[in-house]
């Protein structure tokens, strides 16, 4: 994936009329990269990396029945299969796996209590 300059970088030569392979060598890409940006256009989509996240929709109201106290992820992928979500439990584990760290610094936190000598 380029970076945004990259990009830039990539019209910017072509508007001063540079070819394909021309701009590839100056910018150190591949010539088909930059024919894919030129035929995506600087105003065109940018593809996504990375597979479709399976409980990108429903992971605020996992992260808020696991802040509620439900801390066993099968009961939570047990409720999702209940509403026809069907994921694996490694991946419900993954989605809690920030609010169970949280919450385990959380109760190692002590409150210092002084008293007097004596």
Known sequence: MLEQRDVQGIFALRAREWGIKAVARELGIAPNTVRFWVRQREDGPRPTTGRPKALEAWLPGVKG??????????????????????????????????????????????????????
């Open 65 to 118: 029945r696991f802040m509620e106290g439900i801390h066993n992820v099968d009961v939570l992928r047990q409720e999702l299969a209940e509403r026809g979500i069907l994921v694996s439990l490694r991946t419900v584990e993954r989605a809690t796996e920030g609010l169970r760290r949280e919450i385990r610094h959380q109760e190692r936190a002590t409150l210092r209590f002084e008293t007097e000598p004596g």
